[in-house]
């Protein structure tokens, strides 16, 4: 079974900056699409990036484009979800989640399209 857990979540004020990471268990991180979300107060869980198996396809969702980073290092199991010029509304909690690659340069951020999910990370950006 897989499991993912997150964390680097946290307190940061108006246009600072977090990492999250993403930590896979239970099998090899090659073979999963790997996808970040969140979920802000009174909203329906939305897709912000996602990065395909291979690494070389990376989609942001547009009012995150320029200020998120993903990334993934397989050697460590781990996906990283660098995150800069942080405003007030993206205050909300942040899942990982995979799905198991189709194909090896293809994601999405269709939530339903991910069969296993982390535990979530709280993101509070104060202003």
């Known amino acids: 079974q897989l499991q993912l857990v997150e964390s680097g979540g946290g307190l940061v004020q108006v246009g600072g900056s977090l990492r999250l990471s993403c930590a896979v268990f239970g099998s090899t991180l090659d073979y999963y699409v790997i996808g970040w979300f969140r979920q802000l107060p009174g909203k329906e869980r939305e897709g912000v990036s996602c990065?395909?198996?291979?690494?070389?396809?990376?989609k942001y969702l547009d009012s995150v484009a320029g200020r998120l980073t993903i990334s993934r290092d397989n050697a460590k199991n781990t996906v990283y979800l660098q995150m800069n010029s942080l405003k007030p509304e993206d205050t909300g909690i942040y899942y990982c989640a995979a799905e198991t690659a189709r194909e090896e340069n293809y994601c999405s951020g269709y939530v339903l399209g991910y069969d296993y999910w982390g535990q979530g990370t709280q993101v509070t950006v104060s202003s």
């Open positions: 990065i395909s198996s291979s690494g070389s396809t990376t």
